[in-house]
C-alpha cells in the first residue's frame, strides 16, 4: 500500500464528515476555513493531474506557503503526482528562508517552486535576483486553472517510492535531505496513531510549522491516517498569542496536541489568569512533548499553572524522534504521564546511569523519560567500539525500524555513516542518531548529542544538564548554550540569554556569579566561565533546537552580544569579551527572529 492509497481510502469513507480547519485569530475572534477529506482528495487529484501535465513525476518540487489549508493540498497533490514534495519556509517565519531555500534548489535540483498568489511575485523576483529565474519556475497554486479531479490518472506507486524530502535544520551540520518512502509515511504514522490510543475519530490542535517533521508528520498528516478532524493555527498566531492554542484546545475538545517543549514553556509565561477564565482543557488526553529536550521545570509549571482548568500531569507525553525516522522513536504511553528521575551527576560522566533518592528533592540530575519504541527497535551501543550497552549504559542512540529513512539525498558518504550502522557482531543495519542516552527499565532517557559532549579534565559533561541547572537559577535567564572552549586547556562555557529588565535588584554580575557558583555546586567544576547575553543571543535551528558550535563561533569571534561575562582565569588571558554597546546587536537581528518564531 502507499499513503496515496491510505488517503484516498479515509477521503471515501469519511467524505465531507472529516475535515481540517484552520483557524485565524481576527482580534480575539476565532476565524474557520474548512476542507474536508473529500474536498482535499478533489483537490489533490487535479492538481496531480497538472503537476502530470508538467512531466513533473519523479521530480522535485520546492513548496513554500504560508501556514493553511493551500500547503496541504498542494503537499498532497504532489504525492498523487509521484512528485517528490520539498516543503521549506518563507521569509515571514524564517528570516534565513530564502538562502536555505537556495541551497534546497540547487542540491535538490529543483525546476518547480510551489506557493501562493500571496507570495508568488516576491519569489519570483527572489528567483530573478539570484539568477535562479531561467530553471526554476514559480507558480501560485491557488490561482491555477487546474483540471477536473478525474483528469487525474494514479501512476505506479508502491510502499519504496521516494514520497517527500525534510531537509534537517542543520543543528551540527549543514542542512540534509532526508529522503521519506511512502512506506516511512505509513509506518510512522501508525505509530503515532497508536501512541495516541488508536482514537476511531480523534481530534487534535495545534499550529506548529508544516515545513518541520512534527508539524507536517505529527499534526498535519496524522488525521487524514488516522480518521479525525484538525484544527490548526499560524505559527505566528500561536508566538503573538499564545492562549489561542489553549482556547482551541478547549473549544474544540481536542484529545490531542504535539509542540517542542519551549512551546508549553511560552504558555506557562505568557498565558494571563484573565485569558484562562471558562478554558476546559479536560478534553486533552495526549500532549506530546519532544523534538528538543523536555525540561521538568517545563512539565511542572504547565500542571501547576494550568491544572485548575483540566490540563491534566497524566496528559504529558515526553517523547523521541527526528527526521532520519520520519519523526517518532519513542513515546510515552497514553495516560501514563512523564516519567522524572534523578541520576547521580558523576556516574553519568562514567557513561552509567545510577538513579538517586529524591526524598529530599536530593542532589544528581534530573532526566525526562522519553517514554518506550513503539514498533522499532531501539539499542545503546558504544559509538567506538560499537559493542551494544547493557541497561543503565550511557551509549550511542541506534535505530532499526520501518520508519528509518532511505538516506540523505545525493549524498552517499554521510548515508552510509548515519544509515549502515553495525554492530561488532554485524546486525544492522542500524541508524545511528547521533545522539547519547540510556535504557532503564524499558525507558529511553537522551543525555546529549556525542559532538556536544565536553570533556573536561577526563570527564563528561553533557551539555543540556549544565544549561538545565543554569536556567533555574533566576526567572530572568532564558536559553542557554553549554560547550567547550580550547585555550591552553579545555574550558567550560555557559552562554546564557537574560532579560535585563526582570532582574530587579540584582546586578548582571551578580547574577553571572550566583550561576557560576550553582554550576560549582551541582558539577564539581569549580572554574566555568559564564557569559550572560541579550535575548537571541543563543544560536538556535529553524526547529528551535540549541547550535552550541554555532554559539561558540560567536563568541570566539567577537560577535556574541555579551551582556556580562565572568571567564575563567585561563579562558580570560586569551579570549576578548566585550559588553554591547547597543540595545540589539548584529547576531540578535540575525538570530532572534528565529528564536521569537520558535519560542525564544
Not at 475535515?19 to 482535499?40: C, I, N, P
Not at 490540563?311 to 515526553?318: G, I
Amino acid at each position: 500500500m502507499s499513503f496515496v492509497q491510505r488517503v484516498r481510502a479515509q477521503a471515501e469513507r469519511h467524505g465531507h464528515k472529516l475535515s481540517y480547519t484552520f483557524v485565524e485569530d481576527r482580534r480575539g475572534e476565532l476565524a474557520e476555513r474548512r476542507l474536508t477529506f473529500a474536498e482535499a482528495d478533489d483537490r489533490a487529484r487535479s492538481t496531480a493531474a497538472w503537476l502530470a501535465g508538467r512531466r513533473m513525476e519523479d521530480q522535485t518540487a520546492l513548496l513554500l506557503h504560508p501556514a493553511g489549508l493551500e500547503f496541504l493540498t498542494a503537499f498532497l497533490g504532489c504525492l498523487y503526482a509521484r512528485t517528490v514534495a520539498v516543503p521549506s519556509p518563507l521569509p515571514q517565519t524564517d528570516p534565513r528562508a530564502l538562502e536555505r531555500a537556495e541551497g534546497i534548489i540547487k542540491d535538490a535540483d529543483v525546476r518547480l517552486v510551489l506557493t501562493d498568489a500571496a507570495n508568488r511575485d516576491m519569489l519570483a523576483g527572489w528567483l530573478r535576483e539570484v539568477g535562479l529565474d531561467g530553471t526554476v519556475e514559480c507558480v501560485a497554486t491557488d490561482t491555477l486553472d487546474l483540471p477536473d479531479p478525474g483528469a487525474w490518472a494514479e501512476p505506479e506507486i508502491g510502499p519504496d517510492t521516494l514520497a517527500y524530502m525534510q531537509y534537517t535544520s542543520g543543528s551540527t551540520s549543514e542542512p540534509r535531505g532526508v529522503m521519506l518512502t511512502h512506506a516511512n509515511l505509513l509506518h510512522n504514522e501508525n505509530e503515532i496513531w497508536r501512541a495516541i490510543g488508536s482514537p476511531e475519530e480523534g481530534v487534535g490542535v495545534g499550529w506548529l510549522p508544516h515545513y518541520h517533521d512534527m508539524g507536517l508528520i505529527g499534526m498535519l498528516l496524522q488525521p487524514i491516517y488516522a480518521g479525525g478532524d484538525l484544527y490548526f493555527a499560524s505559527p505566528i498566531s500561536f508566538v503573538m498569542r499564545p492562549a489561542l492554542w489553549l482556547e482551541m484546545i478547549s473549544r474544540y475538545r481536542a484529545g490531542y496536541t504535539v509542540a517542542p517543549n519551549f512551546a508549553y514553556e511560552w504558555c506557562a509565561a505568557r498565558v494571563t489568569d484573565a485569558q484562562m477564565a471558562g478554558f476546559d482543557l479536560s478534553s486533552l488526553k495526549f500532549a506530546l512533548n519532544g523534538a528538543e529536550p523536555v525540561r521538568p521545570s517545563t512539565l511542572r509549571t504547565m500542571v501547576r499553572r494550568f491544572g485548575p482548568v483540566g490540563f491534566s500531569e497524566k496528559a504529558w507525553a515526553p517523547a523521541y524522534g527526528m527526521a532520519e525516522a520520519t519523526l517518532v522513536i519513542t513515546s510515552t504511553p497514553l495516560g501514563r504521564g512523564p516519567l522524572i528521575r534523578r541520576f547521580d551527576a558523576a556516574a553519568l560522566e562514567r557513561h552509567e546511569a545510577v538513579p538517586v533518592a529524591d526524598a529530599d528533592g536530593g542532589g544528581g540530575v534530573e532526566l525526562v523519560g522519553c517514554g518506550r519504541p513503539i514498533g522499532m527497535t531501539v539499542e545503546i551501543v558504544d559509538p567506538d567500539s560499537r559493542e551494544p550497552l547493557g541497561e543503565g549504559r550511557v551509549g550511542e542512540i541506534w535505530v532499526r525500524g520501518g520508519s528509518v529513512a532511505r538516506g540523505y539525498w545525493q549524498r552517499e558518504e554521510a548515508t552510509r555513516d548515519a544509515f549502515a550502522g553495525r554492530t561488532a557482531g554485524g546486525a544492522g543495519p542500524y541508524l545511528r542518531t547521533g545522539d547519547l542516552g540510556f535504557l532503564l527499565e524499558g525507558e529511553l532517557y537522551v543525555t546529549g548529542r556525542i559532538k556536544d559532549v565536553v570533556i573536561v579534565n577526563g570527564r563528561n559533561l553533557y551539555p543540556q544538564d549544565l544549561e538545565e541547572s543554569a536556567r533555574g537559577v533566576h526567572p530572568a535567564l532564558g536559553a542557554a548554550a553549554a560547550f567547550g572552549v580550547e585555550a591552553g586547556g579545555e574550558h567550560v562555557v555557559v552562554a546564557q540569554e537574560v532579560r535585563e529588565q526582570r532582574l530587579g535588584d540584582m546586578s548582571a554580575a551578580d547574577l553571572a556569579r550566583t550561576v557560576q557558583g550553582e554550576l560549582a555546586r551541582v558539577f564539581g567544576v569549580p572554574s566555568m566561565s559564564v557569559v550572560l547575553v541579550e535575548r537571541g543571543g543563543v544560536g538556535k535551528t529553524t526547529s528551535g533546537k540549541i547550535q552550541r558550535s554555532r554559539t561558540r563561533e560567536l563568541l570566539l569571534s567577537g560577535l556574541l552580544p555579551v551582556v556580562h561575562a565572568e571567564l575563567s582565569p585561563g579562558l580570560a588571558a586569551g579570549l576578548a569579551v566585550e559588553p554591547t554597546a547597543d540595545g540589539e546587536s548584529a547576531v540578535e537581528s540575525a538570530v532572534g527572529a528565529a528564536a521569537v518564531h520558535e519560542g525564544g
